[in-house]
């Protein structure tokens, strides 16, 4: 079955059909990671976008259950130079992940690169016409002003595992299963609380993680002020999301990046030790670059704010993901220390 892909902007790029059937519509966006395609695509961070995948063979090594980051496919679709299966594309099916290959995602790319992250719609068969696609992704909200926390976030506290010699509250605003893997493996005995807990429940914990999520992070006050009333009360990381929020209640500025820092690749600066970390990132917002004493990493790429420290607070946090799941193992290292910290 033919497919396509179409942009806000009225560009279309064909393919065809791999999972299924039908469209979907969602922020078009592209990553760098050489691997970890069933963990991208159930990866909260992703609701309400199409992934295109740089990697130009994707699904070569197969699926496992143990690999996803969530209970379900969260993407809204999937983009693919060579799709390749059968466990793959069977996955992308029995999930219900609308999905192309065929796709010139070296072009695709190049173009998001240039006119930046956009709307778009992704049609297989003839659910509908181009015109029709091009329409219906104008049509889209974009992405800046959108609070998506409450659709990812658990709706009842649960504890993930009860051993552990610290005890940690996560914030949950879309956590990846691998944070709580990364914890648990720490030492950390781990409670997941939803994205609307108030400070006074989770102070009471010898530390809060603050998780990573999709969305933009300004609409997101209410849960900025509880972080600004729990800072200082116990010890908080915040890991992307959760660092923008950090950052927002301590009167940083964030915004929306053209075309975002997704992949396994990005380089980022420690400025205590001069040491360059290469991580894993997915978020389409960031913390706008300062010169404030409290920054502790940048980007390599845009000067962009990946780490804050506030010993004085018992804060700190960062834009990229120290669970690397997947990615590199530069960054672990900010979890096990933390935790171990606490205990």
Known sequence: MTGFVALADGTVWRGESVGATGFACGEAVFTTGMSGYQEAVTDPSFVEQIICFTAPM???????????????????????????????????????????????????????????????????????????AVATAAAQPSMAGRALVAEVSTAEPYEFTTDGRARVAVVDYGVKRSVLRRLANAGAR?????????????????????????G??????????????????????????????????????????????RGTNHPVLERATGRVLV???????????????????????DETVEGLSYPELRARSAQFHPEAGPGPHDAWIVLDEWVAQLA
């Open 58 to 132: 994707v699904g070569n090594y197969g699926v496992a259950d143990g690999r996803s980051e969530s209970r379900k496919a969260q993407a809204r679709a999937v983009l693919m130079r060579e799709a390749r299966g059968p466990a793959w594309t069977d996955w992308l099916h029995e999930h219900g992940v609308v999905a192309l290959t065929g796709i010139d995602t070296r072009s695709l790319v190049l173009h998001i690169r240039e006119a930046g992250a956009m709307q778009a719609c992704v049609v297989t068969g003839d659910a509908t016409s181009i015109d029709e």
């Open 190 to 214: 781990v409670t997941v609380f939803p994205h609307d807990v108030d400070a006074d429940t989770v102070a009471a914990y010898d530390g809060v993680l603050l998780s990573p999520g999709p």
């Open 279 to 301: 991580t894993s990132q997915n978020h389409g917002f960031a913390v706008r670059a300062s010169d404030a004493k409290e920054i502790s990493h940048h980007s390599l790429y």
């Open 216 to 261: 933009d992070p300004a609409p997101l006050t209410a849960q900025a002020g509880m972080v600004g009333g729990l800072v200082g009360r116990t010890d908080v990381l915040g890991i992307c999301l959760g660092h923008q929020l950090l950052a927002m209640a301590t009167g940083h500025e964030t915004f929306k990046l053209p075309f975002g820092h």
